[in-house]
């Protein structure tokens, strides 16, 4: 894994989330069940005790490309807003400090604000 800057998909976790969601889509599966093969990879691997910094970016990218495709999954909102309330992704950027972490930070407020506004499925 590895971030080059502080975007959402500025990120390869968040990136091939990205991805694999649309790959999904392309293959002729519905947002939800792209959402639920995309997850269940993710989360056979990592959990919500021990990653919540990777679960952040597998759900702050899903959620991302959720809204470009305007297919916003409500459980997949609910869970971003959690992880992105609850700070899990930032301790990742506490080491870089200053203008990093205030830019992710706002990264991930615009990010939350737009899903607060969007009524999910």
Known sequence: MGAWDTGIFDDDTACDVRDEFLDYLEQGHTPK???EFVLDD???EYSFDEDQEVLSLVYCGL???QLEKNCLQKDVKTTTIGL???GADLEM???AGGEEYR???KVLNDLKQALEQERGQ
Do not use: D, S
Request: aromatic share 12%; no cysteine; net charge negative.
């Open 63 to 65: 959620a991302a490309v």
């Open 33 to 35: 069940e792209a959402t």
């Open 103 to 105: 830019n992710r930070e």
């Open 93 to 95: 950027w506490e080491e």
């Open 42 to 44: 993710y989360l056979e």
């Open 84 to 86: 992105i309330k609850g």
